[in-house]
């Protein structure tokens, strides 16, 4: 908690020195009142007293009291906007900091506890705060200062004040060691109702097509009946707490008054007013004291649940990202658009085996580099490796001539077209989603987008649209079908205009003579880029430059449609269970 609380800024501690004077200035208030009551009890009690005199103490009570409340809103307000502003902070700090994760890190944490750390448990980091500069300030003050204005009044009520003290803090240990344990299995309860939840909405027609409701709210009532059991466990612990402070605060008072009734009775009756107004005075400052380590007592209840938020939150910002940013920025090179693998050799994190071995090829400017394999074998895994969203094991991948692991990842990216597999689509409109990402900023002309979506072949169905390029599209493009999504994903990078282009199997939901116009069109439109294509379908790459052949992540042919068909065998395979031998003869 304490790492995580170092990153206040000056601007903080600044606003938290306002915070201790308006505190230091509330509770000098509130302890004032207990002298202006024994002076209005001695008034009383004394023969010949004005009623003005007790008016006069009683006002100034009520200014007291009305400073104390003014003090109070200045501390609220204050400790609000630092814990506000810090959760701002950290905020952005987390988001930042998982926006350069690579996907081994994403892997690491989850989606669903990347969302939870975001929101729920920098939540609980600023309920924390605004609680604390509140009252972890102000009780120690407090209970300090009120015991020594008790102190030498009696050693009998002394010494049930210490009593009752002590038998809130034996009660607090008890609910803690109970209670602080169930706080980090809280946390990843929360994470688990977060990643089923999100997997039932981003899969509901699938739940939907499968008669799967029940199976998914089965699934859902398990963690959520876990999750509800732990927090009425916590709950019911922490209920305890309320009623035990005030059967305390009211027993001390009342044991207080009953220890004044004894001593009253056996003192002269010149000092029972004295003692009447100390006992009067002393209750007032020993519930202060109770309250005092009430406050503090609430803070080491919220404290556990918070800290483990914290480590939480700390785990994300202090992991090392794997992909590391190199120096080089590219301005110029002698080649552009050229991509080249040398012995490329690519394991997952923590895998035994090699997913990719020895690969090696170059595509130069212009040319057209097909991949294509059964499943598993390889293939987006590659190409993976282009945009680093992986780093080869071993080997070297080169983009102009220069290791994509020497680039700046920005410099890197700037240089590619990327469409992936699962077409992605923000909330947003048509326009906004094309041009996302053009050149690194945020818009492209209307010229360039309405050219983009034209070769990708969406003219049509956007045009149809009530806003046509302006029309909206929901986030994850739910509104739109699977084929759309992967035009308008591919517009997206047509806009971009970049050297190369990498297709991750993005004509998969497209027809087929949509497909072929599409490529057609492509062909023509980057005629002087280089284009990286994975494919399933024959009919998609038969055209490409050079098609490799990958099987169980080994590369094992190269070169034409024709070359292929007369010496490898995989690609003999997976063409003619596509297509007969007549079409492949008229390819």
Request: positive net charge; proline residues 2%; charged residues 20%.
């Amino acid at each position: 908690m304490f790492k995580l609380l170092k990153k206040l800024e000056g601007r903080h501690y600044k606003i938290i020195l306002i915070c201790v004077i308006f505190i230091v200035f509330q509770v000098w208030l509130d302890l004032k009142l207990p002298d202006f009551m024994s002076k209005i009890t001695v008034l009383i009690e004394t023969e010949g007293s004005k009623m003005s005199d007790i008016l006069l103490q009683g006002v100034f009570m009520l200014l007291c009291a009305l400073g104390s409340l003014i003090s109070s809103f200045i501390v609220g307000y204050f400790a609000a906007k630092v814990a506000a502003s810090f959760s701002q902070k950290i905020r952005s700090e987390v988001f930042n900091k998982v926006e350069d994760f690579s996907m081994t890190e994403i892997k690491q944490f989850s989606t669903s506890s990347l969302i939870t750390r975001t929101t729920n448990d920098i939540t609980q980091v600023q309920m924390l705060l605004a609680m604390g500069l509140q009252v972890f300030i102000k009780a120690p003050i407090m209970a300090i200062w009120a015991i020594i204005k008790i102190s030498g009044k009696s050693f009998e009520w002394s010494l049930l004040t210490g009593g009752a003290v002590l038998v809130l803090l034996i009660v607090v240990v008890i609910i803690v060691v109970f209670a602080v344990p169930k706080f980090k299995k809280i946390q990843n309860m929360i994470d688990d109702i977060n990643n089923i939840t999100r997997e039932n909405l981003t899969g509901i027609r699938v739940v939907r097509a499968f008669n799967a409701e029940n199976y998914q709210e089965n699934k859902f009532e398990s963690a959520n009946e876990k999750l509800t059991k732990t927090q009425l466990f916590v709950q019911r612990i922490m209920a305890v707490m309320g009623p035990t402070m005030q059967l305390i605060m009211s027993g001390l008072s009342l044991g207080i008054y009953f220890i004044g009734a004894f001593i009253i009775n056996e003192a002269a009756i010149p000092d029972r007013i004295g003692i009447f107004s100390d006992m009067v005075v002393f209750s007032s400052y020993a519930v202060q004291v109770i309250i005092s380590f009430m406050m503090l007592i609430v803070i080491f209840i919220i404290y556990p649940r918070a800290s483990v938020s914290a480590k939480r939150i700390l785990e994300v910002l202090e992991t090392e990202e794997v992909i590391k940013d190199g120096k080089f920025n590219k301005k110029t090179t002698k080649l552009v658009g050229s991509v080249e693998f040398k012995n490329v050799s690519f394991k997952y994190p923590d895998a035994e085996e090699y997913m990719l071995e020895n690969i090696s090829f170059k595509a130069e400017k212009g040319e057209t580099i097909a991949f294509i394999g059964s499943t598993g074998s390889g293939k987006s895994t590659l190409i993976n490796l282009i945009p680093r969203f992986y780093d080869a094991t071993d080997g070297e991948v080169l983009v102009d001539g220069v290791n994509v692991k020497d680039y700046t990842q920005e410099s890197l990216h700037n240089l590619l077209g990327y469409i992936p597999q699962k077409a992605v689509m923000f909330d947003g409109s048509v326009s906004s989603n094309v041009s996302y990402g053009y050149n690194g900023k945020a818009k492209a002309s209307k010229s360039q987008i309405k050219k983009a979506i034209e070769v990708a072949q969406a003219t049509d169905f956007v045009e149809k649209m009530d806003k046509k390029y302006e029309s909206h599209i929901a986030r994850g493009g739910t509104n739109v079908s699977g084929g759309q999504k992967q035009r308008l994903a591919i517009a997206r990078a047509i806009a971009r205009n970049p050297e190369i282009y990498i297709f991750d199997d993005s004509f998969s939901a497209l027809d087929y003579k949509t497909d072929y116009i599409l490529r057609k069109e492509l062909k023509k439109y980057t005629k002087d880029a280089t284009t990286l294509i994975v494919a399933q379908r024959i009919g998609t790459i038969k055209n490409a430059d050079k098609i490799i052949v990958l099987d169980n992540g080994k590369m094992v042919g190269m070169g034409t449609h024709k070359e292929l068909l007369e010496n490898c065998e995989v690609y003999k395979e997976i063409a003619y269970s596509q297509l007969s031998k007549e079409e492949l003869a008229n390819a």
